[in-house]
Nanobody, 128 residues
Framework: QGELVESGGGSVQAGGSLRLSCAAS????????MGWFRQAPGKEREGVAS????????YYADSVEGRFTISADNAKNTVYLQMNNLEPEDTAMYYC?????????????????????WGQGAQVTVSA
């Protein structure tokens, strides 16, 4: 089993909701920023949301601000991404990541951006 284990995702109609989960080892959860990035076919990977589970404020990409909420459960070493009011443009493979600067999700990823850990990915498909 990997260091980050994702679950959730699926297919919904526009306006619907989905939740992603990312379970981490205690070491990762307590020491690194965690969050999600997404990649649609033919597009660059982009940030979605991030949080330092043990106490930082969350960060959101402009495209999801107000619709998505990232949260952390200290008892389960798990970070969640609640996605509401989904749009077809949200369709992508969503990857949980850890050990990166939390602010990465708010900008275009820099060349050579460094990440310590990746989850296996979860497909999110939103139909019009």
């Amino acid at each position: 089993q990997g260091e980050l284990v994702e679950s959730g995702g699926g297919s919904v109609q526009a306006g619907g909701s989905l939740r992603l989960s990312c379970a981490a080892s205690e070491y990762i959860y307590n020491n690194y920023c965690m969050g999600w990035f997404r990649q649609a076919p033919g597009k660059e990977r982009e940030g979605v949301a991030s949080i330092f589970p043990t106490g930082d404020n969350p960060y959101y990409a402009d495209s999801v601000e107000g619709r998505f909420t990232i949260s952390a459960d200290n008892a389960k070493n798990t970070v969640y991404l609640q996605m509401n009011n989904l749009e077809p443009e949200d369709t992508a493979m969503y990857y949980c990541a850890a050990d990166f600067p939390c602010g990465y999700v708010t900008t275009v990823l820099p060349v050579g951006a460094s990440f310590g850990y990746w989850g296996q990915g979860a497909q999110v498909t939103v139909s019009a």
